[in-house]
Nanobody, 120 residues
Framework: QVHVVESGGGLVQPGRSLRLSCSAS????????MGWYRQAPGKERDLVAQ???????NYADFVKDRFTILRDYDKNTIYLQMNSLKPEDTAVYYC??????????????WGQGTQVIVSS
């Protein structure tokens, strides 16, 4: 199995910053991509940012120029630096990892999510 764990969420005031962390572990042969998604109450889960094995990055329009996805190439870890947070950023943030296991089976693994609340 491939396990994904996120951390770093919390309650912050508008305009403040948070940094989320995510690590993947287990029977991993290759990770093709890792990314951050979020889901607000009553809404669908949306892509926030993703980074592929070659370093290519995609951002959602609603976080562009405020959020930055970072990768530690020495381990299977990504970060999401969130600046200038807005109340509409309130959501559960999920980490995703996709690739191939050591047995060469495709995996698409999700963490349990970390809650971010932006409120005065």
């Amino acid at each position: 199995q491939v396990h994904v764990v996120e951390s770093g969420g919390g309650l912050v005031q508008p305009g403040r910053s948070l940094r989320l962390s995510c690590s993947a572990s287990g029977s991993i042969r290759i990770i093709n991509a890792m990314g951050w998604y979020r889901q607000a109450p009553g809404k669908e889960r949306d892509l926030v940012a993703q980074i592929n094995a070659g370093g290519g990055i995609n951002y959602a329009d609603f976080v562009k120029d405020r959020f930055t996805i970072l990768r530690d190439y020495d381990k299977n870890t990504i970060y999401l630096q969130m600046n200038s947070l807005k109340p509409e950023d309130t959501a559960v943030y999920y980490c995703n990892a996709r690739g191939y296991s050591e047995s060469l089976k495709i995996f698409d693994s999700w963490g349990q999510g970390t809650q971010v609340i932006v409120s005065s």
